[in-house]
């Protein structure tokens, strides 16, 4: 029988042992781990697959790059008016969204490849379209996926005052209107990280309420030369070609874009209104739910029946089965949802799961005005 490599279904890496103290998952005494584990294991030994994505996720990133390339040099180069360098920069900016999705995304998480350098290039791509992959690693692998939709600790919860995601966090005047202005806020996310916010994440040596260590060494090279690289290729280089104010206005479209895009399908797994937001246990540190059902109670999955949206979104609408098998590649989430929802209905674990993806969308609407308008959101 051949012998597979054991299942990587764990915990994410530990917050850094410099941080302040943490909330902690009591042991899963009711197997549903163990169980979820044994199940995802005999699907790889049954039907002989690696827990990597292969061919699949090689060939997958050629035609996203390609797709990518393409439509920037049509933008830049070719494009003779504003009625076909706007859709093209739409085109470009969802480009840019499917690479981090799809390429930076499993990268990331280690779950690309068996070869960590692999890994280490597909997570690159982050810094290619403007972010820093090291920056991601700190707010979303470590704290995001240790602590989902925990107050204080989640950093992807954790946006400034403007937004009130949770119902933990202080509500204010202007939050009753959130759920109208915040679609034009998510616009502006992607060229605010890309021009200022991980700088300034790393000069001040934190990201949300976390303080992490600064990058240094081949950290920082690929930190400061990912932002130059990116932009280069999105600024400077069609500064040869075009007005400065035509660049201004097509790199703040194509940013815009891809940060709506970016932040919506992030914000319909967590911030909806069949998420729980769970707080410790008073007085301690303790949570009431062990990791893995943690997980499952504060995500939700959508549209699972579109091939279509989940080869462009990286399997993110497949966020519950992501939670868990963070260093699965993509490509097996399909196949494997059935039987984590499965093990969650026979251990009692809530399983959420929109049928559409502008089902989500609604309800992550509605989850933004409760959240302005209540102290503690509205149970319907």
Partial sequence: MQTLPPLTLSRPVPHPPTSPSRPKFPHDHTGFHAELRRRVGEYFAATGKQERGGWRIYTKTIIIMCWLAVSYALLVFVAPAWWAAVPLAV????????????????????????????????????????????????????????YSNISGHDADIELGSLMRFCPHHRRRW?????????WALYGLMAARWHLFGDFKDVITGMVGPHRVPRPRGWDLFVF???????????????????????????YFLATAVMGVI???????AHCVGEADFPIPVDGTLRMEAAWAIHQV????????????????LGG??????????????HVHYPALCGIVETVCREYGVR??????????????YRWLREMGRHDRPIVA
């Fill in 297 to 312: 109670q504060t995500t939700a999955d959508f549209a699972r029946g579109s091939r279509v949206l989940s080869w462009l």
């Fill in 91 to 146: 085109v470009l900016a969802a480009a840019m969204a499917a690479a981090a999705f799809n390429v930076q995304h499993d990268g990331g998480h280690r779950a690309y490849s068996n070869r960590p350098w692999v890994n280490r290039l597909a997570a690159l791509s982050l810094d290619m379209i403007g972010a820093s992959s090291y920056l991601w690693h700190w707010k979303h692998v470590v704290f995001h996926h240790t």
């Fill in 262 to 268: 970016l932040s919506v399908v992030f914000q319909l």
């Fill in 224 to 250: 400061l030369g990912g932002k130059a690289f990116s932009i280069g290729w999105l600024i400077v280089l069609p500064l040869f070609f075009h007005e400065w104010w035509v660049v201004l206005i097509y």
């Fill in 174 to 182: 202007f939050h009753r209107w959130q759920h109208l202005y915040l």
């Fill in 316 to 329: 993110l609408n497949f966020q519950i089965e992501h939670h868990l098998l963070p260093q699965v590649c």
């Fill in 351 to 364: 399983y959420s799961a929109h049928p559409t993806f502008w089902a989500g969308v609604v309800s992550h």
